[in-house]
């Protein structure tokens, strides 16, 4: 009864002992990035809708560059889910704000960084209510970033990504900019010219 015991369990020991044989697939792994295409799409509308409000532009400035049936059916869906009434008072206090900060950025005194937020870049000339006011302006855009982020399932440092591109070339001639060096992988500040 022993003997047969042992035996049964040496087996039972050797055959879990088995060999795993792992190989490349011979067909090349495919990813669909369709999902990640679309949300990008979507950020970039919501920022277009965000700074229309900023800039006063009115709401069909820009003429639609793909018109297929499915393309306004699909856009008139998404525009239904809108903008939170926290995200266009936010828009609102910057178009209001707007033209005291396009003369300082005109001047260099304050730029706009690689995350989409002001930085104040010449502390001489700085003026004691400017602190406040570039305060107020960053509160406003993260809380902008954040709901866009959360809006369309993506991270904030992605919105504030694609956020900052916008800003930098929408800001006035003059204005300091945080840009990537290609050369050096480094981001260095440069005056837009």
């Known amino acids: 009864m022993k003997i047969t015991f042992l035996v049964v369990m040496a087996m039972v020991f050797i055959s879990g002992c088995a060999r795993v044989k792992v190989e490349a697939p011979k067909e090349p792994i495919k990813v669909d990035i369709s999902m990640r295409l679309d949300i990008y799409q979507h950020v970039v509308k919501d920022i277009d809708n965000i700074e229309d409000i900023v800039s006063g532009a009115p709401k069909n400035a820009k003429p639609a560059e793909n018109k297929s049936w499915l393309n306004y059916f699909l856009n008139a869906a998404y525009a239904q889910e ?41 502390q001489e000339s700085v003026d004691p209510s400017l602190g406040g006011l570039v305060r107020a302006e960053n509160d406003d855009r993260m809380l902008i970033y954040q709901a866009v982020a959360e809006k369309n399932g993506t991270s904030v440092e992605e919105v504030q990504k694609l956020y900052a591109k916008r800003l930098q070339d929408d800001s006035p001639i003059g204005t300091p900019i945080e840009v990537l060096n290609e050369t050096t992988g480094n981001y260095e500040w440069k005056v837009k010219k």
């Open 82 to 122: 809108g903008l939170s009434a926290e995200v266009q008072a936010a828009a609102l206090r910057r178009r209001d704000r707007r033209a005291q900060l396009v003369s300082w950025l005109e001047k260099g005194v304050v730029g706009e960084n690689k995350s989409g937020l002001l930085e104040i870049r010449n």
